[in-house]
C-alpha cells in the first residue's frame, strides 16, 4: 500500500464507502512476491513456489509465493483477471489492512487505501449502514484481518523454528525462458538432507507442532517453477 493515500477507517469519513469486488489485484502488478501463512502452504504451494527470503534490515526470514521469474515481474497479473485458481490471503485483504495504533501500542486499527480504483461511493459492498453501524460484509473483513494477524504470528514461531534448527539453506534458481537465461537469488528452501537427519525425537518434535505437512508442502512446491516458467513463455509468445 502507498502510505500516501491510507487512512484509519472511520465511519464519519467512510459512511458512503464502498469496496468493488475484485477479479483481479492490480495493486501488486509490479510485485513478484507476497507473503503467505503457513496454513496457505498446501493451498498455495499448488500453484506457486512456495519459498522463504530474508529480510536485509531485519535480518528476518519469511515465506513468500512466487508470481514471476523477476523482480517487478507478476505473471498472474497480466490480463485482465487474475491468472491462477488460488489467490493469497493478503492479496485478498487490500485495500484494508490491520496496522498499530502506535509504535509503542499493543492495539490495532483499521485502515483503508483511498485512491484506487475498487474504493468509490457509487458501487459495490457497502462499509457502513445509514445508521453508521458496521455491515456484514466489513464485520467479515474485519474478522478475516483478525485471523490472518494470528496466523502471521504462527507462521513467525514456524519460520523462526527452521531458522534455530539452521534447517534453511540458500537456493538460487537458473531458468531459461524464450532463450533467456534468468537466475533467481535470494531464495531461501529447507534443506531436506539435514532435514531427513534429525533424530527421531526431533523429528517428533516438529511433528507434534504441525510443522512437518507444511514443510514437505513448501518442497514441493518449489517444483511450481516450471509453472511459472510456462506461464512466461506463453503470455510472451
Known sequence: MSQ??????????????????????????GQHLAPVVVQEFSRAGAEFPVV?????ESGEFQ????????????????????????????????PLALVP????????????ATENSVVNEEEG?????????ETEYLARRKQ???????????TKAFTKELVDRE??????????????????????????KKLNELSDEEFLT????????????HLNSVNQIHRLVKKKVSLSS
Open 4 to 29: 500516501a493515500n491510507i487512512q484509519p477507517l472511520n465511519k464519519n469519513v467512510h459512511g458512503k464507502t464502498k469496496i468493488k469486488n475484485q477479479t483481479n489485484f492490480p495493486h501488486v502488478s
Open 52 to 56: 522463504f527470503v530474508k529480510n536485509s
Open 63 to 94: 515465506p513468500v509465493a512466487l508470481f514471476g521469474v523477476k523482480p517487478g515481474e507478476n505473471l498472474y497479473t497480466a490480463e485482465e483477471n487474475w491468472q491462477g485458481t488460488y489467490v493469497p490471503a493478503a492479496l485478498t485483504h487490500f
Open 101 to 112: 495504533e502506535s509504535q509503542e501500542s499493543d492495539k490495532f486499527m483499521v485502515v483503508i
Open 125 to 133: 459492498n457497502a462499509l457502513f449502514q445509514d445508521n453508521g453501524e
Open 144 to 154: 478475516a484481518l483478525g485471523k490472518f494477524f494470528e496466523n502471521s504470528h504462527i
Open 167 to 192: 534447517l534453511l539453506i540458500p537456493q538460487n534458481l537458473d531458468i531459461q525462458a524464450n532463450g533467456e537465461k534468468i537466475q533467481i537469488n535470494g531464495l531461501y528452501i529447507v534443506d531436506e
Open 206 to 217: 516438529l511433528r507434534k507442532r504441525g510443522m512437518i505437512g507444511p514443510i514437505y508442502a
